[in-house]
């Protein structure tokens, strides 16, 4: 009996042990090539470290921040430059800089007597100006008989009679631009670079450089350099050229009627030349050319000042106007909308030379103008963003300023 049982509970464990071998025809069977395979996941990657290096901050922009803080009305002043009277700072000068706040002074024969009255002036000039917008400040030094030099300073020759001699022009830019520097001037009208093309012509004349293209563009372009090199602003002068006409634009508007192919051929080149080489300013003359605009004077006609100088030519520096009263202007125009024409036209700098009224009657006009929308305030800023960034350009003062026997000293060696 027990014998049986043994044997039926070994039978019984033989069972269980083939079952552990046994597969269902109904369970699937997985190849082990096909098996999923697990991939253990991997870290992420960490965040790029902080650079510790910090993003460069932009530059101030120093114009942007003068044109930002003015008011509507120093923007306007900006636009003009005063002559004034006499040899000290009188009530027109207090008034043009105090009050106005005009861009520059301009001065002449009737301001000068001294190398040491000339000296103080200038200095109170800036004085009165005190820490506000740099002025310009300007003078009519070309030699022969274009010069406000006190009697102290060794007279320089017309232009024309240099013609043909072995003359460094750039040493004739800086002996200019000394003479200007030892008064405190920044800025001189020259170098002229009209032609003397017609034999007629009495307001140019010996002033010009030549009779030529190449004699005018090589020696006012040199000149020009001279100038900048020491630290002087040149403004090249009269836009479009006032040397083929017979009538002077201090009491007419003289005509050019010669047609633009003509100009491009001759009175045009030296003032592109002088473009080419970064001519920061041009003085646009009261000149009709018939050619551009048969009705307003070149320093009042778009067509003539952003058309053909800013366009045609890329010039895209300051353009300042001659004497607004002057007969070529003042015959008629009133001051004040002649001040609109020539910013409408695309002048930024307007000279007033004369009588503290003309000056009062320009900024009135200019005012009113930008407040009845016929200059925008973007025209406006245009041209106060080139007075400033010029202004910038050569805002610091030369350390070394010439004595007036270092300037009499460059003169004679010049003409040696």
Known sequence: MIFRLLTAALALLLLCAGCAGFVSETSPVVSPSLAPTIIPSLPESPSPAPSLIPSPVPAPDPVRAKLDAMTTEQKAAQLLMAGIEGTTPGTDAEAAIRELQVGGIILFSRNVESSEQLTALTAALRELNGDYIPLFLGVDEEGGRVSRMPPEVASLPAAFSLRGKETDYAELGGVLAAQCLA????????????IWSNPNNTVIGSRAYGDTWESVADAGTAVMNGLLSAGVIPVAKHFPGHGDTAADSHTELPVVTNPLPELWERELLPFQAAIDAGAPAVMAGHILLQAADNTLPSSLSPDVITGLLRGEMGFD??????????????ETYGIGEAAVLAVEAGCDLLLVCHQAENLREAYNALLA??????ISEARLDESVTRLLTLKERFANTPEDVPTIEEVNAMARGLLE
């Open 183 to 194: 008064f405190g001037f920044n800025m001189n009208f020259a170098p002229v670079l009209d």
């Open 317 to 330: 520096g300051v353009v300042c106007t001659d004497d607004l009263v002057m007969g070529a202007i003042t």
């Open 369 to 374: 103008a930008v407040d009845s929308g016929r």
